[in-house]
């Protein structure tokens, strides 16, 4: 019996595709957390979502041991458990494992452990798999290709029409520049963010300092008072 999980299985690539929108979506939200911190009236919002996005990023996590892969080079997939886990861990295990880490049990100087949510902002990398260009390109062609097919059996005739475009070529080298376009401002918009996201916590550490430069209680003090009836500490 084989407890490996088919890598073309409709249901897996539905879970994988949805955890790539959730890699997106939630690099943005901890983003804003490291940045703002929360309201206390909107904390059990926070906790709430937050505990939805690491446990279906940790069933993706424990998935990957099961998923069956291919090779470079080979048709045939791997389904021996161990040479999985072994690919898996060699692969981008750690990229999964540090954004799931609970860091933010460790204590930090001012109570800035809302700091280690940047750390779950490197899944934004395998949110832009949504993006990938040669796999869309693959599926609308696949597409086409069975249009195609219901040309040759429906009218043969028409499908040696060579005034026609049934191959659909043209769309398809359209879509392809469509998806590169679209995926370049994307890039863009997230370069600008999370440029935004390290400037503003850069500032939050010179503030710090400006307030801390005579090394004396009463600095601190009157920056904490400033803040304390905003953010939770």
């Given at each position: 019996m084989s407890y490996t999980i088919c890598e073309n299985n409709k249901l897996y690539m539905f879970f994988n595709q949805l955890n790539n929108v959730l890699c997106?979506?939630?690099?943005?939200?901890?983003?804003?957390?490291a940045c703002f911190r929360y309201h206390e009236d909107h904390a059990q919002g926070f906790i709430?979502?937050?505990s939805v996005f690491e446990f279906l990023f940790l069933i993706h996590m424990l998935l990957q041991f099961l998923v069956e892969f291919t090779p470079e080079g080979s048709k045939v997939?791997?389904?021996?458990?161990?040479?999985?886990?072994?690919n898996y861990i060699n692969g981008v295990f750690v990229w999964d494992l540090i954004p799931i880490l609970p860091l933010y049990v460790v204590e930090l100087n001012?109570?800035?452990?809302?700091?280690?949510?940047?750390?779950?902002m490197i899944r934004i990398q395998r949110g832009f798999d949504l993006f990938d260009v040669r796999r869309i390109n693959t599926f609308v062609k696949g597409r086409f290709d069975k249009q195609i097919q219901n040309i040759i059996e429906n009218d043969p005739a028409l499908a040696e029409d060579?005034?026609?475009d049934n191959n659909k070529i043209q769309d398809i080298l359209m879509v392809?520049?469509?998806?590169?376009?679209?995926?370049?401002?994307?890039?863009?918009?997230?370069?600008?963010y999370l440029t935004g996201v390290i400037w503003l916590i850069l500032c939050e550490f010179l503030l710090?300092?400006?307030?801390?430069i005579s090394n004396t209680p009463e600095s601190w003090s009157f920056y904490e008072?400033?803040?304390e009836d905003t953010f939770i500490n």
């Open positions: 997106l979506v939630s690099s943005y939200y901890y983003g804003y957390v709430m979502t937050a997939p791997v389904t021996d458990l161990s040479k999985i886990s072994m001012r109570n800035r452990q809302y700091l280690f949510n940047i750390f779950k060579k005034d026609q392809s520049y469509a998806i590169k376009i679209f995926k370049l401002v994307v890039v863009i918009l997230n370069i600008t710090d300092f400006k307030y801390d008072t400033e803040h």
